[in-house]
Every structure is written in C-alpha cells, then in structure tokens.
C-alpha cells in the first residue's frame, strides 16, 4: 500500500491574518453544515446498504455508495490540507483488480472504511458543534448590536427579554446588552483560530491512518520487495550457473581434450600437435573473456577499485553518447547499496543508448539527508515509460530492496529525467 | 634490460619472471604487494615495469595506483599494467601525463609470448600498448565528441591502432595501404588534432591520449 499524502503547495498557516477570522468562520460553518447534512444522508445510505449485501442484486449500489463515501471523505482530506494546513494522508488499501466481489471484500476488510463510518457521525455531531461555535459567537455580537434598534421598532413583549428571565423596562436599558455583544466579539476574535485548528484535528484524528495501519502497510511493502529480491537473486544465481556450465566449463573441458590429445601427438605428429596447443590457447582466451564478462556481472573490478564514484565515470566512458557527470559523494556508500545504484545508472544508461535517440546525456549523483540522489537525464526524444519486464521495471525492482525508490519523467519529445533516491547513510 | 614485476599471484609470478628472463631480461625485483612494489620502482628505476593492477593489501587498484605515483616521482617511467579486465578509465588516468612508456593489456595477452615481449619493449622505449579490448571499446562508440569528430572514420581507425603501439608499418600492413598512406593519415590527425611538430612518438601519445579522451 502506497500511502499517498494530500500536501497543499502553499501555505502553512491558512487563516493567518486577522482578517481571516471572518473567512475562516465562513467557511468552517459552511462545512459543518454540509458535514451534519452530507454525513447523516451517506451515513443512513452506507448503513442501509450494507445491510441489504445478502440480498445480491444491489451489491452494485452498496459499491457506488462505499466509492461515494471515500470521494467523500478524500474531498474532506483535501480541504484540510489546503484551508486548515493540516495534511491528512489517505489510509486505503491498494485498489484491487477484479470483479464485484473482490472489491466488496476490499471494502469491507478495511478498516479505514469503518473508520469513515463512524467519522460521517463524529462530523455531524461534534465536529458540526465545533463547525458553528464561531459564527455562532459572530452571530450573537451582531445580534446584540442592533438590540436597541430591534427593541424599537417591535413591539414592547417581543424583544422584550434578552436572556429569557431579564426583563427590559425602557429603550434606554438595551444599551447595556452592547457590553455583552462586546464580549461575544471578544470570545470570537480569540476562539475563533483555536477552534479551526481543533476542527482540523478532529478531522485528522479520524480520517488519518493509525499507526498499526501504518505499520501493517509497511510489513506489507517489506514482504513484498523482499520476495521479490529473492525471487531476482534466485534468478541471477541460475543465470551465473548456466554461464559457468556452458562456458568456462566447457571450453575448460575442451582445452583438456586438446591438451591431451597434443601430448599423444607430440612425438608421432608434432605439426598436428602444435595446432592442437594453438586451439587450446585460444580457447582459454574465450573462456577468459567470458569469464570476464560474467564478473562484470556479478560485481564490477572497477566498482571494488573505485568505489561508486570511479564506477559510474567509466559507465560514462563506456557509454554509446557522451556523458558528462557529476559526482558528490563525501564517502563510501554501503557496498549492497554501491552495486545496486551501480547496475541501475547501467541500465538506465543503456536505455539511454538504446531508445532515446539522444545525442548528450548527463549524470548526477549526490548524497543529502541520508538518502543518495542519483539523476540521469538525456536530450532524447523522450516518451520512456516502466514497463512491466521492461529495464526500468528491473530497476525499480533492484531498488525496491533498498527501500529506494525510481520516478521517470519522460515527455513526448524529450527531454528525460530519470530520478532515483535510496536511503543510506555513508561510511 | 632491467625490469620489477608486481604480481602477487605466486603462478603467474614464477610464470612471468620465467618467460621475461627467457627472452632477455633482467627481473631485478619481483614484489607481491602495493608498498613494496612503490619501493623497487623508486629504488630501482627500472627500464620497464611489469604490473598487475589487483594487488594486496587492499586487493583493489593498488598496483595501478603505485605504478601512477611512482611515473609521479620518476617522470616516463615506462611502465606495463596488466589486469583481467580492462578499463577505459583506467588507460587514461596511465596516459594522462602525456609522456608515454605505458602499457594497459590483458592478461590473456601474455600467451602470445611473441607479442607480449614486443609490447615490453616498445614500452620501454617509450611507446604505447593500449589493449585492443580498449580500443574496441572506443571504436564502439559513436565518435561525437570534439575533436574526434574531425577525423574521417579511417584516421579513427589509424590513431585506434596507434593507440595499440603499431608502427606506421605494421598499421600499413594491417589496413592494406602503403608506409606513405599512413603517414598522410597520422599527419592529418596530427593536424586536426593541433599536436604540433616535435618528437614523433610524443605527438603519437597525445594523439592516443585525445583519443581516449574523446
């Protein structure tokens, strides 16, 4: 599960000004308002029709109602993020492919869902008290205000008690009410921040996931990657065998055949027997070379020589389009995490090579705040995309098992950056 | 000729000492590690030295990184590195002093008796013996850089084998054209390559070394 959070661009204090209060209040009483409407309507609606599953035929209703509810409450998670500044991040479950009932079961099995339930009726009752206190007390300066003009112009008996056991006499005791207004606007003008934030809090403290949410997402995501690196290392450690079994080995067998037979030739056919020695040298030049290649695969010379920064210069040189890089790195980086970052600007410059068309390229690699950055762009034609089984797919994958993560942005037309970030710290 | 091989590999060591001492050389000093290699080049100044680039006690570059600091101390040093892998990187961080003598092959090469002794000597004598794996590894790029860009695809292939340590001769032979032919050619990269008229084989180094830069 990828927990994606809602982060407003700007601000972080919303409301700030003074003069914000009045908008605040606004805009907090609106919402309480919808929330006490919108969360009894989806509250009886979701209830009523996950009571009626058992009957099959409206299962589609009760799927739309759930989808509504969520819409629902991500348009509140938004809202707190971008008027109240307070981030609230989404607690869903992958979406899951498949047919009706798959996605019952994904609703139901969540909790969040019911979290969301049980928010719709917090938000119409506390959060909606807590939604219409400051235009209440805005309400109540303004109505104490204009008493004296209210009193005036009614008659005597209908405004006639303020509080409901105080009796007014004359028009000239309304007055006295002003006070009273004075200190309504006094509670308003100092509650009325508070009482936003409080609102945005309650909102959070429902809607946001629970840390034992949250962890079990993250040992999700944990068992994932790390099937999946078991899963490449098995494969890679097939791949080695083969390339050992039907190269080294077999051209080490052949250069003993060859040995041999040159040694029973050596004294009846010495002209036979030299050119077996000459296959047999040049057989071992093969079996060097692809032993060299294989090596190059497991774990680069020049990576154990050089360490990330010496490795990633001679990719570079070895690359089909110039490419100029930029190294920064105070110290030597853990040697899993050297090897995986060191076969992925492989094969993202190979990509580069094979399918952008591009002329130039360029590579930056630094380490901030204990994560390694690594960029590798190209002025190629662009449109590159993660494709299952794909190179960049493998990438991810390799990158996945560090916790690392990979971002392309590849427009039609070019150019393309590719970004990858793991965390690590240095040695 | 005088020569300090570093090899730590006991095998190869004995085999190496054994087929240079074979054809004429003199092995003054044969050290199996980083420091004490650093020290016979230094005391010794031999007229060649035989290297490997993986030596302990860190099992990284460290013979690399000794035969480079000591052509530091003693400028032209000629010096012979082999490895099981080459590197382009590593062929110009050997050249980039511009002076020659040095040699960057394979270790397979040394089955080739014939042709590993010639590279020692045109080493010694101040020449190149670039690796054709390196050179291969150049040609497999599009040459877009400046300024190899201005040489036509034959003068690439000629500074390519130059870059090996080919005489104009040999480069004649190997490419199917007359000494003269070949001489137009390195004249021309020379040229394009603003090297000018000095000593014929240290403008044939700067022009590998653009080459690899390249």
């Known amino acids: ?427 | 000729m005088r020569v300090v091989l570093g090899e730590d590999l006991a095998l190869l060591r004995d085999g190496l000492i054994r087929l240079l001492q074979a054809h004429g050389f003199e092995v003054v000093e044969a050290a199996d590690n980083g420091p004490s290699l650093r020290h016979a080049l230094l005391t010794h100044k031999p007229d060649v030295a035989v290297v490997d680039v993986r030596l302990p006690p860190t099992f990284t570059d460290e013979g690399l990184r000794a035969a480079i600091d000591a052509r530091r101390e003693v400028p032209g040093l000629p010096v012979l590195v082999l490895s099981q892998y080459v590197e382009q990187l590593y062929a110009r961080e050997l050249l980039s002093d511009g002076r020659g003598g040095v040699g960057y092959l394979l270790k397979d090469r040394v089955s080739n008796v014939g042709q590993f002794v010639e590279a020692v000597r045109r080493v010694a004598e101040g020449g190149t013996a670039m690796d054709p794996e390196v050179v291969a590894q150049l040609l497999a790029r599009n040459a877009t850089s400046a300024p190899m860009h201005q040489l036509t695809a034959r003068e690439r292939e000629v500074v390519g084998l130059m870059a090996e340590g080919r005489s104009n001769a040999a480069i004649a032979a190997k490419l199917f054209i007359t000494d003269k032919a070949v001489s137009k050619h390195t004249n021309n990269i020379f040229a394009k390559l603003g090297l000018a008229q000095s000593g014929d084989d240290n403008r044939r180094v700067l022009a590998v070394l653009a080459y690899l830069n390249s």
Not at chain 1, 110 to 138: E, N, Q
Not at chain 1, 215 to 243: C, G
Not at chain 1, 301 to 310: E, K, M, S, T, Y
Request: charged content about 20%; hydrophobic content about 50%.
């Open chain 1, 1 to 427: 599960m990828t927990v994606v959070t809602v982060q407003p661009d700007t601000v972080a204090v919303p409301f700030a000004r003074p003069a914000d209060r009045f908008r605040g209040t606004f805009w907090v009483f609106g919402v309480g308002v919808l929330g006490l409407a919108g969360g009894v309507t989806l509250f009886t609606l979701a209830v009523t029709f996950i009571g009626l599953i058992p009957l099959v035929v409206l299962v589609p209703a009760t799927l739309l109602i759930l989808g509504w509810l969520r819409r629902y409450a991500d348009v509140r998670r938004l809202w707190c993020a971008e008027r109240l500044g307070v981030p609230i991040a989404r607690p869903y479950r992958p979406e899951p492919t498949g047919g009706w009932v798959r996605r019952l079961r994904w609703y139901l099995s969540d909790r969040a869902t019911w979290r969301d339930l049980m928010w719709l009726l917090v938000d119409a009752t506390a959060g909606f008290t807590l939604a219409i206190l400051p235009a209440t007390l805005l309400g109540a300066t303004a109505f104490y205000l204009v008493y004296p003009l209210l009193f005036w112009v009614t008659p005597r008996d209908v405004f006639g008690s303020p509080f409901g056991f105080f009796m007014l006499q004359s028009w000239n005791q309304t007055f006295l009410l002003w006070p009273v207004a004075a200190l309504a606007f006094g509670l308003f003008w100092t509650c009325t921040p508070p009482l936003l934030r409080a609102y945005g809090r309650l909102t959070k403290s429902m809607l946001a996931p629970r840390d034992r949410d949250r962890l079990t997402a993250r040992i999700a995501h944990l068992a994932e990657s790390r099937a999946d690196t078991v899963d490449t290392q098995a494969a890679e450690l097939r791949r080695i065998e083969r390339d050992l079994h039907d190269g080294a080995q077999a051209r080490l067998v052949a250069l003993g055949m060859n040995l041999g037979m040159a040694e029973e030739l050596l004294a009846t056919d010495p002209d036979a027997a030299q050119e077996l020695l000459v296959e047999a040298r040049e057989s071992t030049g093969l079996a060097l070379s692809e032993l060299r290649a294989l090596v190059r695969g497991i774990h680069p010379p020049v990576l154990a020589d050089r360490g990330l920064d010496g490795a990633v210069r001679a990719l570079a040189l070895a690359a089909a389009v110039p490419v100029e890089v930029s190294v920064d790195l105070p110290g030597r980086l853990p040697a899993p995490v050297e090897s995986a970052t060191y076969f992925a600007v492989a094969e993202v410059l190979t990509n580069v090579a094979k399918h952008s068309g591009a002329t130039s390229a360029w590579l930056r690699v630094v380490h901030e705040d204990g994560r390694l950055c690594v960029m590798v762009g190209d002025d190629g034609r662009g449109g590159a995309d993660v494709v299952a089984g794909g190179g960049l797919h493998g990438v991810t994958r390799r990158l996945a098992a560090f916790d690392g993560t990979m971002g392309v942005a590849s427009p039609i037309g070019g150019p393309t950056i590719v970004t990858m970030e793991l965390p690590c710290v240095l040695s």
